[in-house]
């Protein structure tokens, strides 16, 4: 049931933001959708397929079994049941902002997290395009936080979907009105900010890393408001890797192991 709201939620919010962005675009991308689509989509299905098989919905089967033993902190402390939603929702949220910041962090994952980098446009799809393991070691973070604070089911249901609607959106390449953006920015991550985070510039790459709300960015320092370079002046993508004939599904693939990740991570 959750498996099926979660996929007509992701499908419906993934053609709406196709359609916005072929009708009102930001940017006019340096290669056609044709050229990029087909790599990003196999690469979400193929992410797809491996979690369906494996794991499947494993936070939220985590957050049903902590309910059911009495694990974690929100069934130990006894809060008033919104409390316990809000705070588990705010927890997981910032977890999944320190866990990005992790992955730039750590040389190895940045090499994983480089296939979401490495695409030199910046769209819907680009917000899909995340290695297998990139995707499985995320699940066993999750997973083992959702253990430990033991949140609500609904809260969990709520923030992947949040996390996922954010992540389609704030990749969108769609046009929305400075005076919006700015007002939208001091609550959610926009296109426009987190486009900031898929410029070549290393200082740039390394900033805005929230995927729903600005706030943790805000609060930790990460944030930047604007590219140096002006939206319509910056290079998308990582300076190392950006011949497209190694880029495509396989060399996306492989692009950990064969990757140049240059000077990125910052504890290189
Ligand atoms: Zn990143
Ligand atoms: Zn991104």
Redo the contacts with the bound molecule.
């Keep these: 049931m959750e498996a099926a709201l979660r996929l007509s939620i992701f499908v419906a919010l993934f053609a709406a933001m196709a359609v916005w962005e072929s009708q009102r675009p930001r940017l006019t991308l340096a290669q056609p959708r044709s050229r990029r689509w087909p790599v990003n989509l196999a690469i979400t299905v193929l992410d797809m397929v491996l979690v369906r098989i494996t794991v499947g919905a494993a936070a939220v089967a985590t957050a049903q079994a902590a309910a059911v033993h009495g694990w974690g902190l929100f069934h130990t402390v006894a809060l008033p049941g919104w409390l316990a939603f809000v705070a588990s929702w705010a927890l997981l949220d910032f977890a999944i902002y320190l866990q990005h910041c992790l992955f730039h962090a750590v040389p190895v994952l940045w090499r994983l997290h480089m296939v979401?980098?490495a695409d030199l446009g910046?769209d819907v799809t680009?917000?899909l395009r995340f290695h297998p393991v990139e995707i499985f070691l995320s699940l066993a973070i999750k997973v083992a936080l959702v253990a430990a604070l033991g949140p609500p089911v609904g809260a969990v249901i709520l923030f992947e979907v949040l996390l996922n609607a954010g992540?389609l959106f704030?990749?969108g390449n769609v046009a929305i009105p400075e005076g919006v953006d700015r007002w939208l920015r001091r609550f959610v991550v926009t296109p426009d900010m987190?486009r900031v985070?898929?410029s070549v510039v290393v200082a740039e790459t390394n900033s805005n890393f929230g995927?729903s709300v600005s706030w943790w960015d805000r609060l930790c320092g990460t944030y930047r408001g604007q590219p140096a370079a002006g939206h319509e002046q910056m290079q998308i993508g990582i300076a190392t890797e950006r011949d497209p004939t190694r880029l495509g599904f396989l060399g996306c693939l492989l692009l950990p192991a064969t990757g140049d990740p240059g000077r990125y991570s910052f504890r290189r």
């Design positions: 979401h980098h910046f680009t917000g992540s704030n990749h987190h985070h898929h995927f």
